[in-house]
């Protein structure tokens, strides 16, 4: 596949899933937000449920572009980047204290870069694709098996429920006292739940090989369009027994979540690259060519914006709270002007971006 098609249907997915980030992590206010921009409380899903896997099917995708070329293939390179990445998962949990006594040691750049590597890793060293599929479903089933069958201390096997599960109880173990800050006890980015994440990635290495195959596009579009489906029909069947569960990214969830991006990245891949309508994604695309960069600058910026204090005041409140309470509160309902502070905040990221597009100033891994 050329590069050109990658970068109007792949960026264009990525920018379209780091806009939808964006929105999500960036309400004016958390008390006003539409049920499809929150996650759901616990099992269940919503819109915002897809951006997580939809960022991990993309990296699947892409390193089989990027192992395409032989430079790519150095083990040095493939760990620095994968240490790289952590590194700034690392920094945006810690910014601006950096604890390191109680810092978060998982998240979401975290666990991209442990599918990253694992994924990589596999793709380098396992040339069967029968084999590569037995990895995959390997990384489902012994996560079913451990969930459903390990007895958990003071708990039993077999339970899904919050803080009472054997991904809950590991993340414990290890991650005590270094993990998620709204949680403590566990992590929506622990330890064993990254293994059906890596299944996550693995989809998207499939697709990505899929892509790279003969086929015309339209027979491409066709077979991803017709898998999604396939795998949407088999998450919500595998919900009756295993919930579809974001928070410890059950094997439901990384089906049904797969068939999801196989769907909406289909009619990306259609739209693009088929009927070359690409006009349309070129603000997506702008935000996918800097994906990691946006990711950093805007996690950055949020937690300015809340740290910062206006002390003229009666009560001195965060820079967030005024310039909210001042500018958006009085322009809307609350929900309909907490949703304007993030259609703003994410103006303002794709102001940058387009500026270090337009300089050609890209941050590569």
């Not at 006890?185 to 090989?209: H, K, M, N, R, V």
């Not at 009619?267 to 088929?274: A, G, H, K, P, W």
Request: glycine share 6%; with cysteine.
């Amino acid at each position: 596949m050329e590069l050109k098609e990658r970068s109007t249907s792949l960026d264009a997915f990525r920018g379209f899933t780091i806009a939808g980030m964006i929105i999500v992590n960036n309400p004016g206010s958390w008390s006003n937000i539409y049920p499809q921009l929150q996650h759901a409380e616990w099992s269940g899903w919503t819109f915002t449920d897809m951006i997580f896997p939809f960022f991990l099917f993309i990296v699947g995708v892409s390193i089989v572009f990027s192992l395409s070329k032989p430079e790519n293939r150095n083990l040095k390179k493939i760990l620095i980047r994968s240490l790289l990445i952590y590194a700034f998962g690392f920094f945006l949990s810690g910014f601006p204290y950096f604890n390191l006594s109680k810092i978060r040691l998982v998240g979401v750049l975290q666990r991209i870069s442990f599918c990253y590597l694992a994924v990589t890793l596999i793709y380098l060293n396992v040339k069967s694709r029968n084999v590569k599929t037995i990895i995959l479903l390997f990384c489902l089933i012994f996560y079913w098996l451990m969930m459903e069958f390990y007895p958990v201390p003071e708990v039993g096997a077999g339970f899904y429920d919050k803080g009472k599960n054997f991904s809950n109880w590991l993340d414990l173990q290890i991650l005590e006292g270094h993990m998620w800050s709204q949680t403590k006890t566990w992590d929506p980015e622990g330890i064993f739940s990254t293994l059906p994440a890596i299944a996550t990635t693995l989809f998207g290495a499939f697709t990505g090989e899929f892509l790279q195959s003969k086929l015309s596009k339209e027979e491409k579009t066709i077979w991803i369009f017709i898998a999604g489906q396939l795998l949407l029909f088999i998450g919500l069947v595998l919900d009756n027994f295993i919930p579809i569960n974001k928070n410890i990214w059950t094997t439901s969830y990384s089906i049904f979540m797969t068939g999801w991006a196989l769907t909406i990245f289909s009619i990306f891949y259609f739209i693009n690259d088929v009927k070359y309508y690409k006009w349309w994604a070129k603000p997506f695309v702008i935000f996918g060519l800097n994906s990691i960069l946006v990711f950093v600058l805007s996690g950055v910026i949020a937690r300015l914006f809340s740290l910062i204090k206006i002390t003229e005041l009666e009560s001195p409140i965060s820079l967030h709270t005024f310039l909210y309470q001042k500018y958006f509160e009085p322009l809307a309902s609350p929900i309909n002007a907490s949703l304007l502070w993030a259609i703003s905040f994410l103006s303002t990221m794709y102001l940058v971006c387009w500026i270090l597009w337009k300089k050609k100033i890209f941050l590569k891994i």
